[in-house]
RNA sequence: GGAGAAAUGGCAGAGUGGUCGAAUGCGGCAGUCUUGAAAACUGUUGAGGGUCACACCUCCGGGGGUUCGAAUCCCUCUUUCUCCGCCA
């Protein structure tokens, strides 16, 4: 959620910027602040009403402990018309706030000057690439393929068992899935995050701090019995830890790490790229998350950038980078990079992260605030990455390492997995 | 699931109708001392709205009520703790 005053002092750059977005905010915009304008206006009317009831009140105190019962009796009658007046006033208010968060719960945060303007997945910008790109022998499959001839994923089981989206893992499969959780944990934790075991069902309040509701609603598994969600990531438990805190600054910066699996429904999503691991209802993956002082976000967004960098470089998979436009980035993200990985098999990019900076977005509504060298109190800035999602690194090594022989583990997974080749 | 107790500032914890936005301790910040740090001592320190700045208003788990006046009384919801039951 943007901030109010921020809007009002810079609404010229709030439209520009949202223009990147290919929205025309001009009118939210306008009606922000012309809400802003009435909710304050209503609010000091209120307030002096009240403060003259508060002034009234006390001089009834004082004229019974006068033992002058009788003004007191006359002030009284007084109030009634203040009661009345302030009632309405503050029904009018709690309408035009309401009116105004509605409303600024539908506009997305502000894109950082160097997002590119966009429609598409086509207009992200490539920053960086790679990697060698494998030459496959003939009889290279896709790695729903593999999963089948080597039996370590069997989709069909899933199917029966839940559905489609919630693939079984088995034997060498399974073990590698524990490795990669592992190896991508230890990663993060040398790297300075601290690791985290995180619930996997979160309350409604937690689905509106990090901004999947009221937005989101449809895209999260509902337990409506006990009014729960089930995570979509482990962004959404991970940054609730900091819901209504007020941090010291020297505690920032603050790194947290954590394995989760996730739980989308993807509705709407069919075809042939959904096939295999490339989109599932239920996946893994290991998050990481920032909390920054806001004039180090940017530099942090970077660090973990290179991180994820270090990672793949280890895996030695073919990677790229892209700068998502605007009309690509998540509602909440001010700058978000992507990373992905060639599926050679399949001849394609496959997205296995994404990595963001919220700046104060998600923490205005999370009232996530850190006592400054002022000894003021203001907004962190919240940051998380994928380090990584499973299915699609899985899908990647499957694909550009499988040889005639077998597939061949990448190195620096061999001592977690505890073997060397697939066959 | 049954019975009881509780929810107060960053944290812990007093406060049972008016001078309480709230004692005290811890923590934070500033200073004294010190080569520096720690300790000790002194001062300062709740949040949000509003204002150029004051004033002023709101907030003691959420919502509603009683009253001229509520952290304090009543209703209701939520959450937590203790005991019992069940249980990986």
Not at 83 to 103: F, I, V
Request: proline share 4%; aromatic share 8%; glycine share 8%.
């Amino acid at each position: 959620m943007l901030q109010v005053p921020f809007i009002r002092e810079n609404k010229d750059l709030v439209i520009t910027r949202l223009a990147k977005r290919n929205i025309d905010a001009t009118n939210m915009i306008d009606q922000v602040i012309a809400l802003d304008e009435d909710r304050r206006r209503i609010q000091s009317n209120l307030d002096n009403t009240l403060a003259e009831s508060n002034t009234i009140s006390k001089e009834i105190g004082n004229l019974f402990k006068a033992g002058k019962a009788q003004e007191a009796n006359l002030l009284k009658e007084k109030t009634s018309l203040l009661k009345e007046s302030s009632k309405q006033l503050s029904e009018d208010l709690n309408r035009k706030s309401n009116e105004l968060n509605e409303l600024l719960y539908k506009i997305p945060n502000v894109p950082n000057e160097i997002v590119p303007a966009g429609n598409t997945d086509e207009d992200n910008e490539e920053v960086f690439k790679e990697g060698d790109i494998p030459v496959l022998h003939d009889e290279a499959l896709p790695h729903w393929e593999l999963a089948k001839k080597y039996d370590i994923i069997d989709f069909e089981l899933g199917n029966k068992i839940t559905g489609a989206g919630f693939p079984v893992y088995k034997g060498k499969g399974a073990r590698l899935q524990r490795a990669l959780i592992a190896y991508f944990l230890d990663k993060n934790t040398e790297a300075g995050y601290t690791e985290y075991q995180l619930p996997h069902l979160v309350n409604e309040a937690s689905g509106f701090g990090t901004g999947q509701l009221p937005d989101k609603e449809g895209q999260m598994y509902h337990v409506t019995e006990d009014n729960l969600y089930l995570i979509p990531t482990a962004e959404v438990p991970g940054t609730n830890i900091f819901r209504d805190t007020l941090l010291n600054e020297g505690d920032l910066p603050i790194g947290i790490t954590g394995y989760t699996p996730c739980f989308r429904r993807e509705a709407g999503s069919y075809g042939a790229h959904v096939r295999g691991l490339n989109r599932l209802h239920q996946f893994d993956k290991v998050e990481i998350l920032r909390i920054e002082h806001p004039t180090q976000s940017y530099k942090a967004l970077d660090g973990m950038v290179n991180h994820v960098k270090s990672i793949l470089q280890e895996l030695k998979l073919p990677y790229r980078i892209l700068r998502l436009c605007g009309g690509d980035l998540g509602f909440t993200s001010a700058l978000t990079y992507d990373f992905e990985v060639f599926s050679t098999a399949q001849d394609r990019w496959l997205e296995i992260s994404s990595i963001s900076n919220f700046e104060t977005f998600q923490a205005n509504r999370l009232k996530l605030r850190f006592k400054n060298a002022d000894g003021k109190n203001q907004l962190a800035h919240t940051l998380n990455g994928s380090s990584l999602a499973l299915p699609r690194v899985l899908a990647g090594i499957l694909e550009n390492y499988q040889t005639k022989e077998g597939i061949v583990i990448p190195e620096v997974l061999q001592s977690y997995t505890g073997f060397s080749i697939i066959d």
